[in-house]
Nanobody, 114 residues
Framework: VQLQASGGGLVRPGGSLRLSCAASGTSFSINTMGWYRQAPGKQRELVARIFSGGITNYADPVKGRFTISRPNAKNMVYLQMNSLKPEDTAVYYC?????????WGKGTLVTVSS
C-alpha cells in the first residue's frame, strides 16, 4: 500500500489548510485511515483517525478545529484544519491500517507562522 499526502504549506495563525491522502496498491477497502504529526524534537502523535462506518476520534488539542473525513467507497482521507495555531506546526503523516499492518506516507509539512 502506498500513501500519497498533499496539501501542506505555510499559513498564518487562525488560517485553514486541507490535507489529502490517497492510498494505492490494494484492492481492499482500508478500514482505518488517519493522520499523525511530528513536531521538531517531539514524538509522532495521533491527530485524528476514522474507522469504517465513519467513527472518528481526535487528539484533544485539535478537537473542534480539525475534521477528518473519507469519501464513500474510496481509499482516501482528508483533514480539514481550521483555526490553526503555531503549535500545530509539524510534519503530518497519513496512516492506513490494513490487515493489522500500518502503512505510512512520506509526510507533508504544515507551518503555522505569522
Amino acid at each position: 500500500v502506498q500513501l500519497q499526502a498533499s496539501g501542506g504549506g505555510l499559513v498564518r495563525p487562525g488560517g485553514s489548510l486541507r490535507l489529502s491522502c490517497a492510498a494505492s496498491g490494494t484492492s481492499f477497502s482500508i478500514n482505518t485511515m488517519g493522520w499523525y504529526r511530528q513536531a521538531p524534537g517531539k514524538q509522532r502523535e495521533l491527530v485524528a483517525r476514522i474507522f469504517s462506518g465513519g467513527i472518528t476520534n481526535y487528539a484533544d488539542p485539535v478537537k473542534g478545529r480539525f475534521t477528518i473525513s473519507r469519501p464513500n467507497a474510496k481509499n482516501m482521507v482528508y483533514l480539514q484544519m481550521n483555526s490553526l495555531k503555531p503549535e500545530d506546526t509539524a510534519v503530518y503523516y497519513c496512516n492506513a491500517r490494513l490487515h493489522s499492518v500500518d502503512y505510512w506516507g512520506k509526510g507533508t509539512l504544515v507551518t503555522v507562522s505569522s
